[in-house]
């Protein structure tokens, strides 16, 4: 006897907005590079090596820049472990509104020097205006008016 074919009803189609894994194992590479990029930021927020962190939560300096550049899965008790000694929350390493770009690790040394010198800025109002000007700077570099008429943002 033969089988009836299965109604179009019934085929799911994959959702978009899911993120995309490789059939074979799995991984999220776009995800663990992101996931990556944060480590890596953290780490040099702190000053610190890949050794120095490799050797407080007790794994090589190779397999940290693995991570950092997202060729590895981080397992949570090592990501906990370097939280840790970065001094940050674990929650910290995920932002689902906002994901790391995985194409400008170089950069993160620069973000990280500005982010610094706008924390020495004591005066609330001028590091509000720092925010917007950099706002206004993004925003003009993709083609988009940043300011209102009045100047302000």
Same mark, same amino acid.
């Given at each position: 006897?033969?089988?009836?074919?299965?109604?179009?009803?019934?085929?799911?189609?994959?959702?978009?907005?899911?993120?995309?894994?490789?059939?074979?194992?799995?991984?999220?590479?776009?995800?663990?590079?992101?996931?990556?990029?944060?480590?890596?930021?953290?780490?040099?927020?702190?000053?610190?090596?890949?050794?120095?962190?490799?050797?407080?939560?007790?794994?090589?300096?190779?397999? *940290?820049?693995?991570?950092? =550049?997202?060729?590895?899965?981080?397992? %949570?008790?090592?990501?906990? +472990?370097?939280? @840790?000694?970065? /001094?940050?929350?674990?929650?910290?390493?995920?932002?689902?509104?906002?994901?790391?770009?995985?194409?400008?690790?170089?950069?993160?040394?620069?973000?990280?020097?500005?982010?610094?010198?706008?924390?020495?800025?004591?005066?609330?109002? *001028?590091?509000?205006?720092? =925010?917007?000007?950099?706002?206004?700077? %993004?925003?003009?570099?993709? +083609?988009?008016? @940043?300011?209102? /008429?009045?100047?302000?943002?």
């Amino acid at each position: 006897m033969a089988r009836a074919p299965r109604p179009e009803a019934a085929v799911v189609e994959p959702k978009s907005a899911a993120p995309e894994r490789t059939k074979r194992t799995g991984r999220n590479p776009e995800f663990e590079a992101a996931l990556g990029a944060r480590i890596r930021a953290a780490r040099l927020a702190a000053h610190m090596s890949q050794g120095a962190l490799g050797e407080a939560v007790g794994i090589s300096f190779q397999q *940290v820049q693995k991570y950092e =550049l997202g060729k590895d899965r981080v397992a %949570a008790s090592t990501l906990q +472990g370097i939280a @840790a000694v970065l /001094g940050v929350h674990p929650g910290s390493f995920f932002d689902a509104d906002m994901p790391a770009p995985t194409d400008s690790i170089p950069d993160i040394r620069a973000v990280v020097k500005i982010g610094q010198r706008i924390q020495r800025v004591r005066e609330p109002a *001028v590091v509000r205006r720092l =925010l917007a000007l950099a706002d206004a700077l %993004a925003e003009e570099e993709n +083609g988009q008016s @940043a300011l209102t /008429g009045d100047g302000a943002p």
